[in-house]
């Protein structure tokens, strides 16, 4: 089946742990993105890839990192610079038309 | 640069009723349109989405939509609405050329009961 993964589903840390969340698509898809979603705020676009080597900061990237090593992977790290990590975590790969097909999100949640 | 605009944020009906979902969006470019859904707990599962050609189009679950040029629209709709609607609705557009940024409203919240 194609689509994309995300694990875990859900993640626990303390305050100023670092955190990587994992991206897998095996749509070939060449865009992949990050998402934040908070109640009431819709999705606030972290950082995107285009192509594997090279990736761009969104809205909202301070506090956060990615890599693009491989086509299929787009991991995000939650640095502990963020200073409000707590919210549910969405990757996204887009094909040249702009569909975007979505994992099915990492809920964060930092004590 | 683009924006949309989902002009409710909580959208409460019965079941069996009709629904519309408002979106309005700007954009200094040509766009592609997207409407998706999103269940508790879930990512975000395509809808429909206008490329070009007819206006109407017709996506799944018995949902369509209508874009309209002149004023920056792409309604959403349905004639008949079931419990299991019941979820958040994003509307979305992407730049036809050049940026691969999309750019997503706020969502509405469709509430039905029964």
């Known amino acids: 089946d194609g689509g994309i993964t995300q694990s875990p589903k859900y993640l626990f840390r303390k305050e100023g742990q670092n955190v990587t969340l994992s991206c897998e698509q095996n749509?070939?898809?060449?865009?992949m993105y990050w998402y934040r979603q908070d109640p009431g705020q819709g999705l606030r676009l972290i950082y995107y890839s285009q192509i594997v080597n090279d990736f761009q900061k969104g809205d909202i990237a301070e506090g956060y990192s990615v890599s693009r090593e491989k086509k299929e992977s787009f991991p995000l790290t939650v640095t502990s610079a963020q200073k409000n990590p707590t919210a549910f975590y969405l990757c996204?790969?887009?094909?040249?038309?702009?569909?975007?097909?979505f994992g099915p999100g990492t809920r964060l949640t930092v004590t | 640069a683009q924006s949309v605009t989902q002009l409710d944020s909580q959208v409460p009906v019965f079941e069996e009723a009709p629904v519309e979902l408002r979106c309005n969006y700007s954009s200094s470019v040509s766009v592609y349109l997207f409407w998706y859904v999103q269940y508790p707990n879930q990512g975000l599962q395509l809808l429909l989405k206008y490329l070009s050609g007819s206006t109407l189009v017709k996506g799944i679950n018995g949902f369509e939509a209508e874009f309209n040029k002149s004023q920056t629209s792409f309604h959403l709709r349905k004639p008949s609405v079931h419990i299991s609607d019941t979820a958040e609705y994003f509307c979305a557009v992407f730049p036809s050329g050049g940026s691969y940024i999309p750019t997503f409203g706020r969502g509405t919240s469709l509430i039905v009961h029964p």
């Open positions: 749509l070939n898809h060449d865009a």
């Open positions: 996204a790969s887009s094909g040249r038309q702009g569909e975007q097909y």
